[in-house]
């Protein structure tokens, strides 16, 4: 049986360099996740699958990013109640504004928690899915509170450069 929690799933594999910001999250906290390109366009018997499946697999959240006509985080809610957060990749011609905008703008009814352009909303993504679960697990709720606070400390200890 897999224990898989989260999945990370992405529309190609031009993508990772966004979404693996995501994976080195999950991998920071431990918890159990995969990676996979499952395309919306390319393969979308694939991708139907892997969302109908999402629920009985024990998935407790999708991080689904695409770029350009992203439509994969959509696709995969409208299959799924399991959680879907979606994350707008950068793309080559309008920088991922058109990624957001695809994301963020699902009609009423099918909701897709919407992140920000790129490697922030990648990190971002996978530390939302940690709050959710830590909802449930008090260990990564201190988790989560221990990485917050070291963040934090590092802010508090930034030194300013001089004055040109
Ligand atoms: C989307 O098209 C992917 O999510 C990717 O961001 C974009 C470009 O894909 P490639 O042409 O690089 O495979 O489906």
């Known amino acids: 049986?897999?224990?898989?929690?989260?999945?990370?799933?992405?529309?190609s594999g031009s993508d990772w360099d966004t979404l693996?910001?995501?994976?080195?999250?999950?991998?920071?906290?431990?918890?159990?996740?995969?990676a996979r390109v499952v395309s919306?366009?390319?393969?979308?018997?694939?991708?139907?699958?892997y969302a109908q499946a999402a629920e009985s697999r024990g998935l407790k959240a999708i991080?689904?990013?695409?770029?350009?006509?992203?439509?994969l985080p959509g696709?995969?809610?409208a299959k799924t109640t399991v959680p879907v957060l979606g994350v707008p990749v950068?793309?080559?011609?309008?920088?991922?504004?058109?990624?957001?905008?695809s994301i963020v703008?699902?009609?009423?009814?099918?909701?897709?928690a919407t992140f920000a352009i790129g490697t922030a909303g990648a990190a971002n993504a996978a530390l939302f899915a940690i709050a959710m679960l830590a909802n449930g697990n008090p260990v990564?709720?201190?988790?989560?509170?221990?990485w917050r606070e070291r963040q934090s400390e590092a802010a508090r200890q930034t030194t300013l450069p001089p004055v040109a």
């Open 63 to 71: 991080i689904a990013g695409a770029g350009g006509a992203a439509h």
């Open 1 to 11: 049986m897999s224990t898989v929690e989260v999945g990370v799933v992405m529309g």
């Open 140 to 146: 990564l709720r201190e988790r989560l509170r221990a």
């Open 75 to 77: 696709m995969l809610a």
């Open 40 to 49: 919306a366009h390319r393969m979308p018997d694939d991708m139907f699958a």
């Open 90 to 101: 950068a793309s080559r011609h309008l920088q991922g504004v058109d990624s957001l905008h």
């Open 20 to 34: 693996s910001h995501a994976v080195a999250i999950l991998q920071e906290f431990e918890v159990p996740h995969e």
């Open 105 to 112: 703008q699902m009609p009423k009814g099918i909701p897709v």
